[in-house]
């Protein structure tokens, strides 16, 4: 059930899987300010490549696609744009925060993202048999197209010798 609601959270933004800061301090159950305080103190660990903050278009986005970003009540408007988190990011981030939930979330994440690699490589996989497959039954449609025309021609002929031998016959009759 831990594994699933981690899957849910890991987001797909400007071409990476990603979770975002309020969602890892739920998991950490940490205040998303506190957890921003340490990114903020350790900026040095986290490398673009590994956090980003989202624009507001980008939030925006994720706001409206997925429910689960609905925030009711208090804080329904964020005054900072949220920190986006990749694999490499959260590995950072368990550095940084020292608590045993800390460890534990980041084993429970790490495990997420390795799910889900794992399903994209079937994905992957299965794409590439639907391909072969698709090939084939198009090949087995042009062989039975030129079946088909060899059998058509095979009785227009038939038709036409038949239709030969039956002609009204002209001249001496016996």
Same mark, same amino acid.
């Given at each position: 059930?831990? @594994?699933?609601?981690?899957?849910?959270?890991?987001?797909?933004?400007?071409?990476?899987?990603?979770?975002?800061?309020?969602? @890892?301090?739920?998991?950490?159950?940490?205040?998303?300010?506190? @957890?921003?305080?340490?990114?903020?103190?350790?900026?040095?660990?986290?490398?673009?490549?590994?956090?980003?903050?989202?624009?507001?278009?980008?939030?925006?986005?994720?706001?409206?696609?997925?429910?689960?970003?609905? =925030?009711?009540?208090?804080?329904?408007?964020?005054?900072?744009?949220?920190?986006?988190?990749?694999?490499?990011?959260?590995?950072?981030?368990?550095?940084?925060? *020292?608590?045993?939930?800390?460890?534990?979330? *980041?084993?429970?994440?790490?495990?997420?993202?390795?799910?889900?690699?794992?399903?994209?490589?079937?994905?992957?996989?299965?794409?590439?048999?639907?391909?072969?497959?698709?090939?084939?039954?198009?090949?087995?449609?042009?062989?039975?197209?030129?079946?088909?025309?060899?059998?058509?021609?095979?009785?227009?002929?038939?038709?036409?010798?038949?239709?030969?031998?039956?002609?009204?016959?002209?001249?001496? =009759?016996?």
């Amino acid at each position: 059930m831990e @594994l699933q609601l981690i899957q849910e959270k890991i987001y797909s933004v400007r071409g990476h899987k990603v979770m975002l800061d309020f969602d @890892l301090a739920i998991l950490y159950m940490v205040e998303t300010k506190r @957890l921003k305080e340490a990114v903020r103190r350790n900026m040095q660990r986290f490398p673009p490549d590994f956090m980003y903050e989202l624009t507001p278009a980008e939030y925006h986005s994720l706001r409206t696609q997925f429910a689960s970003l609905e =925030k009711k009540g208090r804080g329904t408007f964020t005054k900072y744009l949220p920190f986006a988190f990749t694999e490499q990011g959260i590995s950072m981030l368990s550095g940084v925060l *020292h608590s045993d939930r800390a460890i534990d979330m *980041h084993i429970a994440i790490m495990r997420a993202f390795v799910a889900i690699r794992q399903f994209v490589l079937q994905y992957n996989d299965l794409a590439e048999q639907i391909v072969d497959i698709k090939q084939s039954v198009s090949n087995h449609n042009e062989q039975l197209s030129q079946i088909y025309n060899a059998i058509e021609n095979l009785l227009d002929e038939k038709a036409a010798q038949q239709k030969w031998t039956e002609r009204e016959r002209i001249g001496f =009759k016996k």
